[in-house]
């Protein structure tokens, strides 16, 4: 079966989202997709991060995760995307790499690509659905498909009942609640579900008017 292809495009300054995004390559790759597993570049201070040791711990051990480009977005059947919130919306990091898509926007190479995303906050209701819908807003732009989880499976439910994306409170190192886990599994699964069915479905669709 030809595999798809699952760029993981994560922002992280402390562990919680680089986990969830690794979390999701992970079960991508256990479901035989090509997965590239993406860090979008930092564009904070070095003083601002050197004044958080979790951030500078954090950032050390992530040195060796690929930084995005252009091409992880272009070349993806499916797209993962993890960030925090920032005051309920999605982090510059985060918004900067996105607001470099015109090019590819412009030539329709991000329409109909399946999309789900996962966020974190502070705080149990600190904003990760805003963040979320403000991530949607920019696809719904694209063209992109959009893969909520709605409530599609219980691991959705036992993870808080996002039905947006799996969303969590952060967790400073990474560690994330095994209930979180499985529900990441869930969400990359249902994504790679759908991105099949786009993907294949067009070409059949297309095969069939020949
Ligand atoms: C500038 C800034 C704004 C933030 N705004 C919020 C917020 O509005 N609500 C909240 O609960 N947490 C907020 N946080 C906390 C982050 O969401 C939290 O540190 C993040 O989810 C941890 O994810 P990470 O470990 O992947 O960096 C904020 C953090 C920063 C630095």
Request: with cysteine.
């Amino acid at each position: 079966m030809n595999p798809l292809t699952l760029t993981v495009l994560y922002y992280s300054a402390t562990g919680t989202n680089h986990a969830m995004a690794a979390e999701a390559a992970q079960e991508g790759e256990r479901l035989g997709a090509r997965v590239r597993l993406r860090q979008v570049p930092e564009l904070a201070p070095e003083s601002a991060i050197a004044g958080n040791p979790a951030w500078q711990a954090h950032r050390a051990a992530t040195r060796d995760v690929a930084v995005a480009t252009l091409d992880d977005l272009r070349d993806a059947d499916c797209l993962m995307v993890s960030m925090p919130t920032r005051f309920g919306g999605i982090p510059a990091q985060m918004k900067q790499f996105l607001d470099q898509t015109g090019p590819l926007w412009a030539t329709g190479r991000l329409v109909n690509k399946a999309v789900s995303a996962m966020s974190s906050a502070q705080n149990p209701h600190g904003g990760q659905e805003a963040t979320l819908l403000a991530f949607y807003t920019i696809m719904f732009h694209w063209g992109a498909i959009v893969v909520p989880p709605g409530y599609s499976d219980p691991a959705f439910i036992a993870a808080g009942g996002n039905p947006y994306g799996v969303s969590t409170v952060a967790v400073q190192g990474g560690a994330l609640k095994p209930e979180t886990a499985t529900a990441v599994q869930a969400q990359t699964r249902r994504l790679l579900e759908v991105g099949r069915w786009l993907r294949d479905g067009a070409a059949a669709a297309a095969a069939a008017t020949d």
